[in-house]
T-cell receptor, first 118, second 113 residues
Framework: DAGVTQSPTHLIKTRGQQVTLRCSPK?????VSWYQQALGQGPQFIFQ???????QRGNFPDRFSGHQFPNYSSELNVNALLLGDSALYLC?????????????????FGSGTQLSVL | DAKTTQPNSMESNEEEPVHLPCNHS???????IHWYRQLPSQGPEYVIH???SNVNNRMASLAIAEDRKSSTLILHRATLRDAAVYYC??????????????FGTGTRLTIIP
């Protein structure tokens, strides 16, 4: 069973460009969250998608947008890239509540996409 | 979001037990205590979680103080593969619509061969 897969693994862009990152959740999972991790910091929550809708959003500007498809896969788009957007972008998926017998469903993370903005 | 406090770094010898502390003095009654770890060049992975009672699984044990204001993740016999950043996180499963994980900077665990 494949876990959470993200593509690409590495990406180099220049300031002002736009980027799209992709995520396929673990089989059976319907909720996808995105996190940004700067060097030496813990991951910071960007937003969460459920039933193709953005359900919760962290403190990130509108340049960060996302999408969830009917097959639960997701994309993260970042417009007008800044140098400060250089980071590891992590995708996490979780199953519907109760699937594992508890409300406390754990998150499964992918290995991330390392984005460098020059 | 309730806040947790962890030491920035810890060292332990290989094959010895490791006790990773976490303080969460503002924990609410419905907050679960979660631990995730992040190995080098990987995303975080779930380790263990609990509410009030101590918990054990194949990876680790979680000891929760009686007043729930602190907890300790216990690795019973550390190996080199346990070298990672360990995050202690509070999460309320009944706070529907607020299901994000709030990570701090975690504890960087170094295992000495």
């Amino acid at each position: 069973d494949a876990g959470v897969t993200q593509s690409p693994t590495h990406l180099i862009k220049t300031r002002g460009q736009q980027v799209t990152l992709r995520c396929s959740p673990k089989s059976g999972h319907d909720t996808v969250s995105w996190y940004q991790q700067a060097l030496g910091q813990g991951p910071q929550f960007i937003f969460q998608y459920y039933e193709e809708e953005e359900r919760q959003r962290g403190n990130f500007p509108d340049r960060f947008s996302g999408h969830q498809f009917p097959n639960y896969s997701s994309e993260l788009n970042v417009n007008a890239l800044l140098l400060g957007d250089s980071a590891l972008y992590l995708c996490a998926s979780s199953p519907p509540p109760g699937v594992e017998g508890t409300l406390e469903e754990k998150l499964f993370f992918g290995s991330g996409t390392q984005l460098s903005v020059l | 979001d309730a806040k947790t406090t962890q030491p920035n770094s810890m060292e332990s010898n290989e094959e010895e037990p490791v006790h990773l502390p976490c303080n969460h003095s503002t924990i609410s009654g419905t907050d679960y205590i979660h631990w995730y770890r992040q190995l080098p060049s990987q995303g975080p992975e779930y380790v263990i979680h609990g509410l009030t009672s101590n918990v054990n699984n194949r990876m680790a044990s979680l000891a929760i103080a009686e007043d729930r204001k602190s907890s300790t993740l216990i690795l019973h016999r550390a190996t080199l593969r346990d070298a990672a950043v360990y995050y202690c996180i509070l999460r309320d499963p009944y706070n529907f619509g607020n299901e994000k994980l709030t990570f701090g900077t975690g504890t960087r665990l170094t295992i000495i061969p």
